[in-house]
């Protein structure tokens, strides 16, 4: 099994920044994508964020010129780099993976537990 673990979520002022990460354990044999994303109350889950195998990276709307997405490939792990946060930007944020798995000998798509990230003063 594939298994995703976030951090560096929390409470931080409008305007501020948070950087969170992603790192993905278990019987990879290979990662295609990495990403966010996020789900506000009462609101369908939206992209923050995706990386492809081919380096291509995709931005929501609403968060591009802000935040920021990199990944580790060496140790499967993604990062995202949030700034110039704003209230409309609290959410849980749930980052996901699609690779494959060698154990299982099949393609996995997984999801970390979701971190919440809460913009308020």
């Known amino acids: 099994q594939v298994q995703l673990v976030e951090s560096g979520g929390g409470l931080v002022q409008p305007g501020g920044s948070l950087r969170l990460s992603c790192a993905a354990s278990?019987?990879?044999?290979?990662?295609?994508?990495m990403g966010w994303y996020r789900q506000a109350p009462g609101q369908q889950r939206e992209l923050v964020a995706g990386?492809?195998?081919?380096?291509?990276?995709k931005y929501g709307d609403s968060v591009k010129g802000r935040f920021t997405i990199s990944r580790d490939n060496a140790k499967s792990t993604v990062f995202l780099q949030m700034n110039s946060l704003k209230p409309e930007d609290t959410a849980v944020y749930y980052c996901?993976?699609?690779?494959?798995?060698?154990?299982?000998?099949?393609?996995?798509?997984?999801w970390g537990q979701g971190t919440q990230v809460t913009v308020s003063s």
């Open positions: 996901y993976a699609d690779g494959y798995d060698y154990i299982r000998r099949v393609d996995f798509h997984s």
């Open positions: 278990g019987s990879i044999f290979s990662i295609n994508a």
């Open positions: 990386t492809s195998r081919d380096d291509s990276i």
